[in-house]
């Protein structure tokens, strides 16, 4: 194990180097911290907020806030320096930081269990036993946890519950901290070190084909794409994951292929739309069209009759983006049952070619669903189909939904005075 004082010594350094970059100032928070440490806490100032709170803050956190700095530069707007950190929980029940976080490590923690947990009355909070060292903006954050059987470990946390929490695998908060330095060094996006899992190329493939868990699979997978590049060799290991067993991998996996353009992954992609998952085979649509293939819009109208509405839609998104999008291709789906297709297809009118547009759009603005009349009245505006002018006057005779109602009353003096 290395002497803590060499870890600091050595964070110290990586700090410097950082702040000499100075592109590093273009990422997102750094304007706020400035790749500036703040000076440390004495030690008595940290043994009275020990004392007032009943707890003791885990040892690597406390070398680091007495013996380099009370936050400063970090992930995101920076480390909040310790008063702040606890501020922005304090407002949860008194007492909290002394009891038990109910967060381990190694759980796997769903959308729903958020509000499963909080019960107000018997002063249950997902945040309790933790500061906030890192605010991500908006309701994201990363937490030390300072009670419980994680002490001493960071979990990522959306006051939302909504992306569910992650306990990050970095031993403690030093570990942590370095590695995001060290990956800020590497050309990685540091955005991503609240859900990333550590690691390069290599790591994380072998997690990625290897490992037990399938949501550590998944993770590992889409944390390849805090990495500027991969090799070759990675990108063709990358394409094998799209065949794991479990649907949340493959769909990572798909997703990964898209974000590096893996051309390695095209035939992966190609059998991956045949999935029996629809989340996988949104991915694999949206991977083939971000890959170019020749044959995008032939592919892509044969996935318009996906039972799946995210499927559809990005059919239709890959027809648009080829410049091959038909009226011809969405008339089958203004007609569908399912609304959001009717809407979604009704929307694309706006980029389509080819005739039939009016009846279609004559059509959806009798539609019994309110989101496709008021979609066709935006389309009638869009394009400029003046000569449907008296459809719109006579939907706002009868019309109830306030929403279609603020469309019309916005799309008729446009289409009367030609301001378009």
């Given amino acids: 194990m290395i002497p803590i004082n060499q870890q600091l010594t050595r964070i110290a350094a990586k700090v410097r180097a950082a702040a000499a970059v100075p592109g590093n100032l273009a990422i997102f928070g750094a304007s706020k911290h400035k790749f500036v440490l703040n000076p440390p806490l004495a030690a008595g100032t940290v043994i009275e907020f020990e004392h007032t709170h009943e707890i003791r803050l885990p040892e690597a956190y406390r070398v680091f806030i007495t013996s380099l700095a009370d936050g400063g530069v970090g992930p995101s707007y920076g480390l909040l320096p310790l008063a702040d950190a606890y501020a922005e929980l304090s407002g949860i029940f008194h007492g909290?930081?002394?009891?038990?976080?109910?967060?381990?490590?190694?759980?796997?923690?769903?959308?729903?269990?958020?509000?499963?947990?909080?019960?107000?009355?018997?002063?249950?909070?997902?945040?309790?036993g933790a500061i906030a060292v890192v605010h991500h903006g908006c309701t994201s954050y990363t937490l030390l946890i300072v009670s419980g059987p994680a002490r001493g470990r960071l979990v990522s946390i959306d006051l939302n519950g909504v992306p569910a929490p992650y306990v990050l695998e970095d031993n403690d908060f030093l570990c942590w901290y370095e590695r995001w330095l060290d990956e800020l060094a590497a050309g990685y996006d540091v955005s991503r070190v609240f859900e990333k899992i550590p690691g390069g190329e290599d790591e994380l493939l072998a997690i990625a084909a290897t490992d037990p868990s399938p949501e550590r699979r998944a993770r590992s997978t889409w944390s390849l794409c805090a990495l500027p590049a991969l090799t070759p060799a990675g990108l063709r290991a990358l394409a094998d994951v799209i065949t794991d067993p479990i649907a949340s991998v493959r769909s990572a996996a798909l997703r990964a292929a898209r974000?590096?353009?893996?051309?390695?992954?095209?035939?992966?992609a190609r059998t991956a739309l045949q999935d029996t998952d629809p989340a996988v085979r949104s991915e694999a649509m949206s991977t083939l069209q971000a890959l170019q293939i020749s044959d995008l819009a032939t592919i892509a109208r044969t996935m318009l009759s996906d039972p799946d509405h995210d499927v559809t839609f990005r059919a239709i998104w890959a027809l648009r983006d080829s410049g091959k999008l038909a009226v011809e291709d969405l008339a089958p789906l203004t007609s569908a049952a399912?609304?959001?297709?009717?809407?979604?297809?009704?929307h694309y009118l706006q980029d389509a070619v080819g005739d039939g547009i009016d009846t279609l759009l004559t059509t959806a603005l009798g539609d019994s669903q309110a989101q496709v009349r008021w979609t066709a009245v935006q389309v009638v505006v869009r394009r400029n189909l003046r000569h449907l002018q008296p459809h719109l006057t006579a939907l706002l005779k009868i019309e109830t939904d306030r929403t279609v109602l603020i469309n019309l009353q916005r799309a008729l003096p446009q289409l009367t005075e030609g301001r378009l």
């Fill in 259 to 268: 974000h590096f353009r893996a051309s390695e992954a095209e035939d992966q």
């Fill in 338 to 346: 399912d609304p959001r297709v009717r809407a979604t297809a009704t």
């Fill in 96 to 128: 909290h930081l002394a009891v038990p976080s109910p967060f381990e490590p190694g759980m796997t923690y769903g959308n729903e269990w958020w509000d499963e947990f909080f019960d107000e009355e018997d002063n249950r909070d997902p945040c309790q």
